[in-house]
C-alpha cells in the first residue's frame, strides 16, 4: 500500500514536472532572445519590460534562499538564471568587457528587485572575477549546468555526470572497540555562528531592505520606526561586540570544569554585498583574540563558516593562487591563528592550508576530526571549476577515520553544515553519508552550526533500519533572524566519548533589551533528557523519541518552540501539527527513502 501510494506520487510529478519544463524551456527562449537585444544598448521593449515584470521578486522575499521557492517562483528563478547566464557567457566570449558585463548584470539584477541597486552593485562587482576566472578555464560551461548546479529543481535539473561522483571508502568489517565503562564524564561547550558586526548601530534601523540590518549608514531609510535594541535584534540583525562578549563570558562565569571548547563557524556577518579580504581579518582576529583570552586554560577546536572567506561562500581550490581570488589568506590566517594559540599542534597546518581541515587527538583513545565542508556549499562557484571532493577533503576523512579504527579511538566530528542540509551538494551529502555509516562504530558524536536552529540530525544506515550517527546542531549566538541567543554544554562520557546530555542556554531578548545598562539574564532552557523524558540518549532511545514526535502533538510542539529557542517572533507564525512536522523531518538524514516518507505523511519509521 505504501509504495503504491509512492508510486503514484511519483507518477503525478512526472506529468507535472514535464509540464513545467516546457513552459519554463519557452520563457528562457524568450527572454534570452530580448536580453540579447537588451544589453548593447539597453533598450527596453515591450516585450522585455512584460517579461522583467512577470520574473521580478517580490520584495519581501529578498532576503529568502531562492533553493526554498516553490511553484512560480521557483521556475521563475531558473528562467532568470539560464537566460542571464547564456546571454553574458555569450556576450562575454564574443568579446564584450567585464566593466560592461557587470554594469548590465548589476541594472538587471535591480530591475529584478533581486536586491537592492547597493547590494547588486556590491556582490556583483565582488564575485564576477571568480565568476569570469571560471569560465576562462572551463570553455565548455554551459548555463544549464550552472543554474542546475544552484537550483538542481524540476525546471533546472542538474543533468552533469562531471556532478557525480564517489569516494573510495573501506568496504571491510567493522573493527568495533572493546567498550569501556565509566562513571566519569566531561563536559563541552559549543559555541556557534557569532556573526560579530562590526557596523552595528543600537538604536539604528532594524528593518531595511539590504540582507543585514541595524548597521551605521542605514538610519536614512528607516520608515518602518523599528529601531535596534542594544544586545541584538529579532530582524536580520548580527550580534554588536558586547553581546560577543557577554556570551564569551558567561560561558567562563558559569560553567568552571570545563574540557574543551568546540567553535563551529561564522565570525563574519552577512553584509554580504560589501565584505573584503581586510575586514574579515580584523573580525575574524578580533573574535578569536577574545575567544583565546576568556577561555584561557581551555583547549578550543575551530572551524570555519561559510561567512569567513570572501566573498561569501568561495572556498577556491589550493591550486588557485591569484591573490584576488585565492582562499589561501584565510587558509594561512587560520593555520597561524589556531597554531599560535596553542590549541592545535604544528602538524595540523599542512591540511589546514591544503583546505581549511585538520584532525587531532587530544588524549589517547580520542579522535577530533574538524572538516571544512563548506566547500560542498551549492553557492561556492568553485564547484563548478572543480567539483570532485574539493581538495580531496572527504577521500582524506576517509583515509583518517580508517586509521582512527586501527588505532582503536574515538571520533568527534565537527562540520559547520549539517550532513543532510540542502545548502550542501547531493555527491557530497551522499558520499559523506556513506563514510559515516561505515565508520559509525567510531564516531561517537558530531557538531555542527549553520542553520541557527536548535536542531539535531539522526543519520540511519544504510537500509534505514537503525541509526548510525547523531548530529547536534550548537544553534547560534546571535539572533539573526527572529532567534534567541544560546549556546550547549555537552555532558560526554570520559572514555567512550558519547553525549549523554545536553543543556542549552538562551536569554530573552525583549527583556535584555528593556535593561540595555544590564546584562543579558542567562537561563537554561532545557536539558534534552529531561525535556523528552528520555533515560539515556543511546540511539535506540533517540528512535523511540522521533516515533513519538511523529504521533505526540505536544511532544512535537515542545521540539518545536526549541528549535526556534523560544524566541516569540518565530513563534507567533501559525504552525499547526502538520506544518511542525516539516521540522520533524529535518532530524532524518538517510540515503534511502525515510525522509520522502515523513515529508508526504506516511509512516517513516522502521519496524
Not at 567585464?98 to 564575485?127: P, Y
Not at 592545535?344 to 576530526?369: A, N
Request: with cysteine.
Amino acid at each position: 500500500m505504501r509504495f503504491s501510494r509512492l508510486l503514484f506520487l511519483a507518477l503525478l510529478l512526472k506529468v507535472a514536472n514535464s509540464n513545467v519544463t516546457s513552459n519554463t524551456n519557452e520563457t528562457i527562449s524568450r527572454f534570452t532572445h530580448e536580453l540579447n537585444n537588451w544589453v548593447p544598448e539597453q533598450k527596453e521593449t515591450k516585450e522585455f519590460q512584460q517579461l522583467i515584470h512577470s520574473l521580478t521578486l517580490p520584495t519581501g522575499l529578498q532576503h529568502t534562499d531562492w533553493r526554498s521557492f516553490e511553484g512560480d517562483l521557483k521556475s521563475n528563478i531558473c528562467i532568470i538564471c539560464k537566460s542571464v547566464v547564456n546571454t553574458f557567457i555569450e556576450y562575454y566570449r564574443n568579446g564584450m568587457s567585464v566593466e560592461d558585463i557587470s554594469s548590465r548584470v548589476i541594472k538587471l539584477c535591480t530591475l529584478l528587485k533581486l536586491q537592492t541597486a547597493q547590494v547588486c552593485n556590491g556582490a556583483v562587482t565582488i564575485n564576477l572575477p571568480i565568476i569570469v576566472h571560471i569560465i576562462d578555464s572551463k570553455p565548455n560551461l554551459t548555463s544549464s549546468t550552472i543554474c542546475g548546479f544552484l537550483l538542481n529543481s524540476p525546471s533546472c535539473p542538474l543533468n552533469d555526470d562531471e556532478f557525480n561522483w564517489t569516494v573510495n571508502i573501506d568496504d571491510g568489517p567493522p573493527k568495533f572497540i572493546e567498550p569501556k565503562e565509566s562513571n566519569e564524564t566531561i563536559s563541552i561547550v559549543q559555541i556557534t555562528d557569532i556573526h560579530y558586526d562590526p557596523n552595528y548601530e543600537p538604536y539604528g534601523n532594524s528593518f531595511c531592505d539590504e540582507p543585514t540590518c541595524c548597521r551605521k549608514g542605514q538610519n536614512d531609510s528607516n520608515t518602518s520606526g523599528k529601531v535596534a535594541g542594544y544586545w541584538g535584534d529579532y530582524n536580520f540583525c548580527d550580534s554588536p561586540w558586547h553581546t560577543v562578549v557577554d556570551v564569551l563570558d558567561h560561558i567562563r562565569d558559569q560553567h568552571q570544569n570545563i574540557s574543551y571548547v568546540y567553535f563551529t563557524g561564522d565570525i563574519v556577518d552577512h553584509g554580504v554585498w560589501e565584505t573584503s579580504i581586510e575586514g574579515n581579518k580584523q573580525s575574524l582576529s578580533k573574535s578569536y583574540l577574545q575567544i583565546r583570552e576568556t577561555f584561557e586554560n581551555v583547549k578550543v577546536y575551530p572551524i570555519l563558516g561559510n561567512h569567513e572567506p570572501h566573498p561569501l561562500n568561495q572556498f577556491a581550490p589550493k591550486t588557485i593562487t591569484n591573490d584576488e581570488i585565492s582562499t589561501q589568506w584565510l587558509y594561512k590566517m587560520m593555520s597561524d591563528l589556531w597554531i599560535n594559540y596553542g590549541w592545535l599542534p604544528e602538524s595540523t597546518r599542512s591540511t589546514i592550508l591544503q583546505g581549511g581541515f585538520y584532525t587531532v587527538s587530544p588524549k589517547k583513545g580520542f579522535r577530533i576530526i574538524a572538516l571544512n565542508n563548506n566547500v560542498c556549499y551549492n553557492y561556492n562557484w568553485w564547484l563548478w571549476y572543480h567539483s570532485q571532493d574539493p581538495d580531496g577533503q572527504l577521500q582524506w576523512l576517509a583515509d583518517t577515520l580508517l586509521q582512527a579504527e586501527k588505532d582503536g579511538e574515538y571520533v568527534h566530528i565537527l562540520a559547520h553544515i549539517p550532513p543532510d542540509h540542502d545548502d550542501c551538494n547531493t555527491a557530497w551529502k551522499r558520499e559523506y553519508i556513506k563514510i559515516v555509516n561505515r565508520f559509525a562504530h567510531i564516531i561517537r558524536a558530531q557538531f555542527n552550526g549553520h542553520t541557527h536552529n536548535d536542531e539535531v540530525q539522526l543519520i540511519y544506515s544504510s537500509d534505514d533500519d537503525k541509526i548510525n550517527s547523531v548530529a547536534w546542531n550548537g544553534g547560534s549566538a546571535t539572533t539573526f533572524q527572529n532567534l534567541n541567543s544560546n549556546y550547549k554544554v555537552y555532558t560526554v562520557d570520559s572514555q567512550n566519548y558519547a553525549v549523554e546530555d545536553f543543556e542549552n542556554w538562551i536569554y530573552n531578548l525583549t527583556l535584555a533589551n528593556a535593561t540595555p545598562d544590564q546584562r543579558p539574564t542567562w537561563y537554561k532552557s532545557y536539558s534534552f533528557k529531561e525535556e523528552y523524558g528520555l533515560s539515556d540518549l543511546t540511539y535506540n532511545s533517540l528512535h523511540i523519541w522521533l516515533s513519538k514526535l511523529s504521533s505526540d502533538e505536544e511532544l512535537l510542539n515542545r521540539y518545536y518552540r526549541h528549535y526556534f529557542k523560544q524566541a516569540e517572533p518565530s513563534l507567533r507564525n501559525e504552525c499547526d501539527a502538520k506544518c511542525m512536522r516539516t521540522y520533524m523531518c529535518r532530524i532524518i538524514a538517510s540515503l534511502g527513502d525515510l525522509k520522502i516518507k515523513c515529508n508526504n505523511n506516511l509512516e517513516f519509521t522502521s519496524n
